[in-house]
């Protein structure tokens, strides 16, 4: 079951960002850290109380006009209204209800979401509840006093945020059909993709970058099996400048992926793999999906004998922190290798999947520790005892050692060759988490 999406709206300087900040704590740096991963905090994974959600921050207004301000919120309520569960609609007490608030309040009213009415830089209940009172002018619902800075009344925001999440998850009928998402930069091919899989025309295609509105489920037969894809959407608007078109996709592709165990990155190979393909690929990569690197567009690529070769190391260089991902050169429109595809994605839902008995993996980790001795530091070395599995989606290994501090992360990558060497795991990353145990 994938997460809620929460989405936050706002005119500028009203503290979006703030609250995006206090809320994702310190999970953002880890956003951050990670190779290829997007650098614009744009969504972050928040825990509140027992329950996990996505959030994510609509941003980006910059203050030029009034209409201009107005018309960005439009396209920020719509990115929330069409992606997000619950939206947090945020308002700025000191400047008091604006125009532009309740031009968007309208449109979100109209969304039939649930909408959670913010009312920021509340410092002091007693000074500010009077003006408070003037923001249920917009209509939707009591609004919620807080202080996005000083982290005043957040709890009962989230309260009233986790209302609207579904409950009774495990009640619902389970879909256990394979989820795919066809996620990329726009106009890169995916729908064509979708088109060609299916057999027939299911999602128009258009040469219009971001002519696909929202992610949309598409049920592919194959073989007997049937699959679920999903085609993140590109954009509404077509004279987006390029850097809210990115944010957007990406906000797009975090809420597919979310759904997903496979999730295929489509790169248009007239243009080669960017940078923008990495902050993709690097959604997937943190989540733990299986992973194929699809290269569309094959056919219009001159070609001698090195061309895949050196497209292959391009892709692997750029997108070095996911060097397990299976790479599979495409032609959309032609139709080449796209039957391939079906056994790829088996392939790697098996082995995302795959669990491996611990007396077997600890002949694995015996062998390892005789071959290349663990890392010392001041005269005491690391002692590897025992390492089981404990989750799949992703394979997911604990390994106890006596100290952690230790566990060189270079050390773990040579375990985790070793682990690969014995069972291929292709497709799918691997996570190990390590766990102090004391010598007897």
Same mark, same amino acid.
């Given at each position: 079951?994938?997460?809620?999406?929460?989405?936050?709206?706002?005119?500028?300087?009203?503290?979006?960002?703030?609250?995006?900040?206090?809320?994702?704590?310190?999970?953002?740096?880890?956003?951050?850290?990670?190779?290829?991963?997007?650098?614009?905090?744009?969504?972050?994974?928040?825990?509140?109380?027992?329950?996990?959600? +996505?959030?994510?921050?609509?941003?980006?207004?910059? $203050?030029?006009?009034?209409?201009?301000?107005?018309?960005?919120?439009? !396209?920020?309520?719509?990115?929330?209204?069409?992606?997000?569960?619950?939206?947090?609609?945020? @308002?700025?007490?000191?400047?008091?209800?604006?125009? &532009?608030?309740?031009?968007?309040?309208?449109?979100?009213?109209?969304?039939?979401?649930?909408?959670?009415?913010?009312?920021?830089?509340?410092?002091?209940? !007693?000074?500010?509840?009077?003006?408070? /009172?003037?923001?249920?002018?917009?209509?939707?619902?009591?609004? #919620? $006093?807080?202080?996005?800075?000083?982290?005043?009344?957040?709890?009962?925001?989230?309260?009233?945020? &986790?209302?609207?999440?579904?409950?009774?998850?495990?009640?619902?009928?389970?879909?256990?059909?394979?989820?795919?998402?066809?996620?990329?930069? $726009?106009?890169?091919?995916?729908?064509?993709?979708?088109?060609?899989?299916? =057999?027939?025309?299911?999602?128009?295609?258009?040469?219009?970058?971001?002519?696909?509105?929202?992610?949309?489920?598409?049920?592919?037969?194959?073989? =007997?099996?049937? /699959?679920?894809?999903?085609?993140?959407?590109?954009?509404?608007?077509?004279?987006?400048?390029?850097?809210?078109?990115?944010? /957007?996709?990406?906000?797009?592709?975090?809420?597919?992926?979310?759904?997903?165990?496979?999730?295929?990155?489509?790169?248009? &190979?007239?243009?080669?793999?960017?940078?923008?393909?990495?902050? #993709?690929?690097?959604?997937?990569?943190?989540?733990?999906?299986? #992973?194929?690197?699809?290269?569309?567009?094959?056919? &219009?690529? !001159?070609?001698? *004998?090195?061309?895949?070769?050196?497209?292959? !190391?391009?892709?692997?260089?750029?997108?070095?922190?996911? $060097?397990?991902?299976?790479?599979?050169?495409?032609?959309?429109? @032609?139709?080449?290798?796209?039957?391939?595809?079906?056994?790829?994605?088996?392939?790697?839902?098996?082995?995302?999947?795959?669990?491996?008995? +611990?007396?077997?993996?600890?002949?694995?980790?015996?062998?390892?520790?005789?071959?290349?001795?663990?890392?010392? *530091?001041?005269?005491?070395?690391?002692?590897?005892?025992?390492?089981?599995?404990?989750?799949?989606?992703?394979?997911?290994?604990?390994?106890?050692?006596?100290?952690?501090?230790l566990m060189h992360f270079s050390y773990t990558r040579y375990l985790e060759n070793r682990i690969r060497d014995a069972f291929g795991f292709k497709g799918t990353s691997l996570k190990f988490i390590i766990r102090e145990r004391k010598e007897d």
């Amino acid at each position: 079951m994938s997460k809620p999406v929460v989405a936050i709206v706002g005119r500028p300087n009203v503290g979006k960002s703030t609250l995006f900040n206090v809320l994702a704590g310190e999970r953002i740096s880890i956003v951050q850290d990670t190779p290829g991963v997007t650098r614009d905090r744009i969504y972050a994974d928040v825990t509140w109380l027992n329950m996990a959600f +996505t959030l994510i921050d609509t941003g980006g207004i910059e $203050p030029e006009s009034k209409d201009i301000i107005l018309s960005q919120m439009r !396209e920020q309520a719509q990115i929330a209204i069409d992606t997000a569960d619950v939206i947090i609609f945020i @308002t700025d007490v000191r400047q008091g209800l604006v125009d &532009a608030d309740s031009k968007v309040a309208d449109m979100l009213r109209r969304s039939k979401k649930p909408v959670i009415l913010v009312v920021n830089k509340v410092d002091s209940f !007693e000074k500010f509840m009077p003006d408070v /009172y003037e923001f249920y002018n917009l209509g939707i619902g009591d609004p #919620i $006093p807080i202080s996005a800075a000083s982290r005043l009344g957040l709890g009962d925001m989230l309260d009233e945020v &986790a209302k609207y999440f579904p409950e009774d998850v495990e009640d619902e009928v389970e879909d256990d059909r394979p989820k795919v998402a066809i996620i990329g930069k $726009p106009n890169v091919g995916k729908s064509s993709l979708i088109n060609k899989l299916g =057999g027939e025309e299911r999602v128009i295609v258009s040469d219009i970058a971001g002519t696909t509105r929202d992610a949309i489920d598409t049920a592919i037969k194959y073989h =007997g099996t049937e /699959y679920v894809f999903i085609d993140t959407a590109g954009l509404r608007r077509k004279n987006k400048i390029k850097e809210e078109l990115e944010r /957007y996709s990406i906000i797009r592709a975090v809420t597919a992926v979310e759904r997903a165990d496979v999730v295929i990155i489509v790169i248009d &190979a007239t243009e080669g793999v960017t940078e923008q393909d990495a902050k #993709i690929a690097g959604i997937a990569h943190e989540r733990g999906k299986g #992973i194929i690197i699809a290269v569309n567009k094959w056919d &219009a690529v !001159e070609k001698d *004998d090195k061309t895949i070769y050196k497209h292959t !190391e391009r892709i692997r260089e750029i997108l070095s922190f996911m $060097p397990y991902a299976e790479i599979l050169f495409i032609s959309a429109k @032609t139709g080449q290798r796209t039957g391939k595809l079906f056994e790829m994605i088996d392939m790697v839902l098996e082995n995302n999947s795959m669990r491996v008995a +611990t007396g077997v993996l600890n002949e694995i980790m015996s062998e390892a520790v005789a071959m290349q001795q663990p890392p010392s *530091d001041k005269g005491k070395r690391l002692k590897l005892y025992y390492i089981t599995q404990v989750a799949v989606k992703p394979p997911t290994f604990v390994i106890f050692v006596n100290d952690k501090e230790l566990m060189h992360f270079s050390y773990t990558r040579y375990l985790e060759n070793r682990i690969r060497d014995a069972f291929g795991f292709k497709g799918t990353s691997l996570k190990f988490i390590i766990r102090e145990r004391k010598e007897d």
